[in-house]
C-alpha cells in the first residue's frame, strides 16, 4: 500500500494483519490483565513502558498526515498518531524528547542519516516520525543489541523495528505484558488502528533491537 505517508518516511499497514492479544478499545488496565506481568525494577523504565501501554485507549487511529509541530515538545492530537509516535511519547514520559534530541544530531550530522525523502535539511516537524531515522539515532547513540530467535533476548522496555515487506517498516516497543503460552513479551504499537499490545514480535522480520534504557 503506497500513499502519501510513504513519502515522509511513515508506514501505513492496516492491511496487514497482526496476531491480537487485545481489542484496539482495550483500556490500559484490562492490557495489563491481559497476560503475565513482569515486574519492572528501574523506575525510568517502568515509566517508559506505562507511557506505552498508556496510549492504549487513547490513540485510536492511525493518522500519517504531516502537521507542522512545536518544538521541542511538538505531537500530533494524542487520539492519532503513527508507529514512531508510540516510542515518541513514551520516552517523553522519561524526559527524553527525541523529537529534540533527534533533530539536534540532525543537525550536526545530516549526512549520517537516511536521505531518501530528497529534504536538503533537518526537519523538526517529521524527522522524528521517520522509522529509519530512529533506527538510525538509536545506532548511532550505541543502542544496538542482537536480533536473535529467541523472544527472552527482548526485554521489557527495548525498541524493535521490522520491514513488513514492499518497502514497509514499523516500530514499536516490548512491554512487560506476556500472554498464556506466549514466547516472548508482548509488543505496544500502531500498526493501523491505533495503539495496541499484541503477541507480534516475530510476525515479520526484525532488522533493528535497541535498548535505549537499561
Known amino acids: 500500500m503506497r500513499t502519501k505517508a510513504l513519502a515522509y518516511g511513515l508506514v501505513v499497514a492496516a492491511a496487514i494483519a497482526p496476531v491480537a492479544a487485545c481489542r484496539p478499545d482495550v483500556s490500559p488496565a484490562a492490557a495489563r490483565q491481559s497476560g503475565q506481568l513482569t515486574p519492572v525494577e528501574s523506575p525510568t523504565l517502568k515509566l517508559v513502558i506505562d507511557g506505552a501501554i498508556d496510549q492504549i485507549g487513547s490513540t485510536v487511529s492511525y493518522d500519517p498526515a504531516y502537521v507542522k509541530l512545536d518544538y521541542p515538545g511538538g505531537d500530533v492530537p494524542p487520539d492519532r498518531g503513527v508507529c514512531s509516535d508510540v516510542i515518541v511519547r513514551a520516552f517523553r514520559k522519561a524526559s527524553v524528547d527525541l523529537q529534540k534530541e533527534l533533530h539536534e544530531d540532525m543537525k550536526r550530522n545530516f549526512s549520517a542519516?537516511?536521505?531518501?525523502?530528497?529534504?536538503?535539511?533537518?526537519?523538526?516537524?517529521?524527522?522524528?516520525?521517520?522509522?529509519?531515522?530512529?533506527?538510525?539515532?538509536?545506532?548511532?547513540?550505541?543502542?544496538?543489541v542482537a536480533i536473535t530467535n529467541n523472544g527472552q533476548d527482548y526485554f521489557p522496555g527495548d525498541v524493535v523495528a521490522w520491514d513488513l515487506g514492499n518497502g514497509l517498516v514499523h516500530i514499536g516497543l516490548v512491554s512487560n505484558i506476556k500472554g498464556e503460552g506466549a514466547s516472548a513479551h508482548s509488543i505496544v504499537h500502531n500498526i493501523g488502528a491505533g495503539a495496541r499490545v499484541e503477541d507480534v514480535l516475530f510476525s515479520w522480520k526484525i532488522i533493528g533491537h535497541y535498548r535505549y534504557f537499561k
Do not use: C, S
Not at 523538526?124 to 539515532?137: A, Q, S
Open 113 to 144: 542519516y537516511p536521505q531518501q525523502w530528497g529534504a536538503a535539511r533537518p526537519d523538526r516537524n517529521i524527522d522524528h516520525r521517520r522509522v529509519p531515522n530512529l533506527m538510525t539515532y538509536f545506532k548511532r547513540l550505541k543502542k544496538e
